[in-house]
């Protein structure tokens, strides 16, 4: 992937109807325990996952120290679309419509990558992301699009308020009632995750066959 190496995990149910690829947001990973709930509930409704590391090992050591890197969203969306790519070439799951997951920074990264992608990507969600970081990307995007956003994140409501109205393709904005940045609150995570298979299953076509 352009020289780097990058830990991923792929889980793909049987007669899956899509394929989705997680951007985690900065200082996270593919480890990130809400990522991998969301990932959860996804495949339960039918839906692959790839869950990966934006970031090398020794590049997550020295962001550890540096943060030169996790605002470095042109980059990032690099990475996610050279995923894009690598999982278009695997025959396991190369039938099936793209979708991506992006957190934080990592909604910016992966609004870009749809934005250069061209078409490959048919959704994209937004959990308490950053998506006005996708600046003069975000008239570009061709993917439906949706936004879910905590009730009290009041700094991060207008910043995707902000995005939503540069958007145009299909689009909804969702926020979530008593809601703060991180979703920890009971009940909070799992409406993101519920809000998010809904959008995907309705976005993804069933895995098309081979003629």
């Known amino acids: 992937m352009q020289g780097a190496n ?12 899509g394929l989705v690829l997680f951007a985690h947001g900065s200082g996270s990973s593919r480890r990130s325990p809400r990522n991998q709930y969301v990932a959860r509930v996804l495949q339960k409704a039918g839906i692959a996952t790839l869950l990966f ?13 540096t943060r030169h890197l996790r605002f470095d969203i042109g980059m990032l969306a690099g990475r996610l679309a050279e995923a894009a790519r690598w999982v278009a070439d695997r ?18 990264a992966a609004l870009i990558a749809t934005s250069r992608l061209e ?3 048919k959704a994209v969600v937004s959990r ?8 003069d990307s975000l008239p570009n995007v061709q993917a439906a699009t949706l936004l879910i956003v905590g009730g009290d994140d009041d700094a ?13 393709c299909e689009k909804e904005m969702k926020i979530i009632s008593g809601a703060t940045h991180l979703f920890e609150e009971p009940g909070a995570l799992e409406e993101v ?12 076509q069933i895995a098309h066959q081979s003629l």
């Open 193 to 204: 995750a519920n809000l998010a298979a809904r959008w995907f299953q309705g976005h993804l």
């Open 119 to 121: 078409g490959q990507v």
């Open 6 to 17: 990058l830990d991923g995990d792929l889980t793909a149910p049987e007669d899956a109807r």
């Open 128 to 135: 308490g992301g950053r998506p006005d970081l996708a600046g």
């Open 53 to 65: 590391d934006l970031l090398t090992s020794r590049e997550e050591q020295e962001e550890y120290f």
């Open 91 to 108: 025959t396991d799951v190369a039938n099936l419509e793209l979708g991506f997951f992006g957190a934080s920074t990592g909604a910016a």
């Open 156 to 168: 991060v409501i207008a910043l995707n308020r902000n995005a939503f109205a540069r958007l145009t």
